[in-house]
């Protein structure tokens, strides 16, 4: 039973929520708000969730680089621990067969690529001279069931210090925040993202090579999808609240960003922040220490914003549509980036000119929606070519 798939679901975790609340009442000298929680993610994944050995496997192997390396070994280059601790995602991704055995049966489960990205996180976030996380606030962090399959995304210090907050954090004021977001996410995935699907996205041939029905899938698409996974998120932060844990935003109203920089803090916004913590800025770091590209600085956040989302197309998946679109998004980010270095370089807007501020922003908005929905077609494989 994966998260948010079914009422099976939502009836479950009306159970399991109550029992969190109950032993607040009844037990919060005996048992602390970490370890109720802990026990809570602990028994949805064993008895519910597909695969729970495949995870308990990937949270020893990680841990267990992460200390080696971290805290044995105290390895200052970063680099070769983040290899080991993507290897099992990339083998999943690349479907690698080794000895007649398929990584995909082997170590893949649902929510694979985000459990690894929190892990990477808490390996990157480390300090050598700072006391290892707590081995069961790392279980906790990585299984926590609203945020397990697709996110958001959260980081290990933020979510440890909700654990810190204890069980002054469920209260009947954040239960009824987190219910009418819960609601809203609801309604997001299981209503209009579902009557987007039937209704519009559906009936499409996807197959047609004809400009209007390609333009016609591309919208669907682009909206089912935003609906689709804006619920999903949103259901998450709900029940994370009501469970005492301030999952991350991750949508706000992302067809009114005005540029591909804004569009990033608007959509996924979760994605967007760990991509730049983890990827644009050790690019850009390591290129910096390259004497021939010191006196470029515009040719290394280029270079270092284009390899990010490439590296984002080939984590969704080794595929073309996949690489492709990451691709494309690194276009988008490195012509926006360009544009803004010579806007301040010759002191004045060099596309839109005299034009008002409201003007630009609508032709802005006009531009972002388009260029995504390509972007975003092409990433779903609906393209018929």
């Known amino acids: 039973m ?58 020893v192997y990680s841990y267990t680089v992460y200390y080696v390396f971290t805290y044995m070994f105290r390895i200052q280059n970063k680099l070769p621990g983040v290899l080991l601790l993507v290897l099992p995602m990339v083998m999943v991704k690349t479907n690698t067969i080794t000895a007649n055995i398929e990584w995909n049966e082997f170590i893949s489960f649902a929510g694979l690529s985000y459990i690894t990205f929190r892990i990477v996180s808490v390996y990157m976030d480390a300090l050598p001279q700072a006391k290892p996380v707590n081995f069961f606030r790392y279980i906790s962090f990585l299984i926590f069931t609203p945020s397990l399959l697709i996110g958001p995304i959260d980081r290990f210090n933020r979510f440890s210090a909700d654990l810190d907050g204890g069980y002054k954090r469920l209260n009947s004021t954040r239960f009824l925040e987190g219910w009418q977001i819960l609601v809203y996410g609801i309604l997001h995935k299981f209503i209009i993202a579902e009557a987007i ?150 002191g004045k807007d060099i596309v839109f000119g005299n034009l008002s501020h409201l003007s630009v922003k609508i032709i802005s908005i006009f531009i972002m929606i388009n260029v995504t929905a390509v972007a975003i077609y092409i990433f779903s494989g609906r393209i018929p070519f």
């Open 2 to 59: 994966l998260p948010f798939s079914s009422i099976d679901f939502f009836l479950l975790f009306a159970m399991l929520a109550g029992l969190l609340y109950l032993t607040k009442v009844l037990f919060k000298k005996y048992i602390p708000f970490s370890g109720a929680l802990l026990f809570i993610s602990v028994l949805y994944l064993v008895f519910f969730y597909p695969k729970p050995y495949h995870i308990a496997i990937l949270v």
């Open 197 to 346: 699907n039937r209704y519009w996205l559906g009936p499409i041939d996807a197959g047609s090579k004809e400009l209007w029905v390609m333009m016609n899938s591309m919208y669907a698409y682009y909206a089912y999808l935003y609906f689709d996974f804006a619920g999903y998120s949103a259901m998450a932060i709900g029940l994370g609240k009501i469970m005492g844990i301030d999952v991350p935003i991750n949508f706000n109203k992302p067809f009114l960003a005005v540029n591909p920089q804004d569009y990033w803090r608007r959509w996924h916004k979760s994605l967007g922040d760990w991509l730049k913590d983890y990827f644009f800025m050790p690019f850009y770091k390591a290129f910096s220490k390259w004497k021939f590209m010191k006196p470029y600085p515009l040719l290394r956040q280029n270079i270092s914003l284009f390899l990010t989302f490439l590296l984002m197309g080939c984590w969704n998946g080794f595929k073309g549509n996949y690489i492709l679109s990451g691709s494309i998004f690194g276009v988008y980010s490195v012509t926006h980036n360009s544009y803004v270095y010579y806007c301040r370089k010759k």
